[in-house]
């Protein structure tokens, strides 16, 4: 798209929408930006706290973003990329905060220290490569690592519990980790965007069409829900921000690139601890490693979780079964976004990836008693009396048609038309840690002459250290001493 757009469709209220509303007013404070909410309440599906894991993904834990090739080499690449894109979200909030857009950082955002733990030679070994080849970098120096339960008890007293010390295991530990509550921070974000009357926000209004019209722009088709009234609003821009809800909507806009894509939908759901005597023993989030066949999404850890303020420890996230493409969404999703063009290569998906079928399958069998046994791996001396089940977030696993084989993609995918008129957001991992990225990349790949020619630097005066590789330890240091105290981290 050449040129700016004047008047924006939002569809959807989560992280995302919020992110892209204020960037976008930012950089042109005379565009004209709607947002349609189909729920009643903002932030209340996957970026809702409980529906998520709460991780602000900075690779510090998670072992899928440093993999190892079949001569035991591990990549960092991808752990230095998703780190960098942490640090920018926290620049960008902070820039947010001493602008009057984020008014209780404190309320969204909590330290709590990031931890790998594994066990087994094999994983020990990987863990202490690992540690070596990340200590390189300034966004991973601080990282600590033991193999002795003593130095990890004082980490996480919890996971060394009942242990013999027979048994070879290994932590790494990363003080400056965080949880973070995105329902939250979505809702200031919103707040902040209304109060200044910068947006207008509809709640209960679902989007049910998009239509291409003669002049270039789009009929977005919305139904107040109240009232069951249809109203059509005319869009130069659309960005579908509609979680698992956004391949169906992509569907509905008839670009070509829509038909490239597919999605499986995958439940989630936690087992939560409120026995405040087992709580106050657990500061941390312990990330461990993959099952065989386990897609990243559902690497187990067990995690401090502040949410409204009530401390509880997580564990998870087990796979459950459901059609829905959101947790307040239709049984019939999955089945209305299959069709002709992406029948072929989702079957074929599913043949060749028969390790994921089998996981999933084993985990939705699962009782509560054999999740325990999981949690044990971690905690082993959990009792089954102090935890409950409680349903986190449906993710849609999107599967796109690479040469007619349909392959899984594990990121956070944008799908845009090639007039850069309509944007999706696919996919969850790395998420909503990653969103002021990913929506950043969004107005790269839409607006590539608006980014070079002026809205670059307008993000760069918001987000000091964008397009830096940040390779510099004294300008690593500087940034995060400057967002730790303004998001109040200290
Ligand atoms: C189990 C689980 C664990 C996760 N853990 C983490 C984590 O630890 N860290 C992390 O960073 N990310 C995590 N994520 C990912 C993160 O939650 C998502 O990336 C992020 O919340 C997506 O935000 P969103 O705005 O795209 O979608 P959402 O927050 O789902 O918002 C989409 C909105 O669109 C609305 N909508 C849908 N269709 C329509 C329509 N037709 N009309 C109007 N409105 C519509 C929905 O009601 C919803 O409010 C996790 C996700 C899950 C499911």
Redesign the pocket.
Known sequence: MEKQPQEVVL???????ATLSILLKKINPAIKISV????DKI?????EAF?????G?SAFCELNYTPQDKNGNITIDKAVNIAKQFEISKEFWSYLVEHNYIASPENFLRPTPHMSFVWGEDDVNFLRKRHAALIQHPLFKDMEYAEDLATIKTWAPLITEGRTGTEKVAATHMDLGTDVN?GELTRQLFKGLLDKQEITLQTE???KDLTRLSNGKWAVKVNDLKTSQTKAVNADFVFI?????AIL?LQKSNIPEAKKYGGFPVG?QWLVCQNEEVIQEHQAKVYGKAKIGAPP?SVPHLDTRVINGKKSLLFG?FATFSTKF?K?GSSLDLFKSVNMANVGFLLNCGFNNIDLTKYLIEQVMLSKAQKIESLKEYYPEAKIEDWFEQT????VQVIENVDGKGVLKFGTEIVAAQDGSIAA?LG??????TSVSAMINLLQQCFPEQMKSQWETQIKEMIPTFGEDFNDGEMVKASRERTSRVLKMK
């Open positions: 569809i959807g209220a989560g992280i995302m929408s349609f909410e189909k729920l932030g209340f599906e996957s970026s529906n998520n894991a709460g991780t993904h995105f209004h679902e989007v921000g509609a979680g698992g809800g909507m989630g999404m996230p959101l307040h986190a977030g449906q993710r957001l969850a991992s790395p998420g909503a840690s």
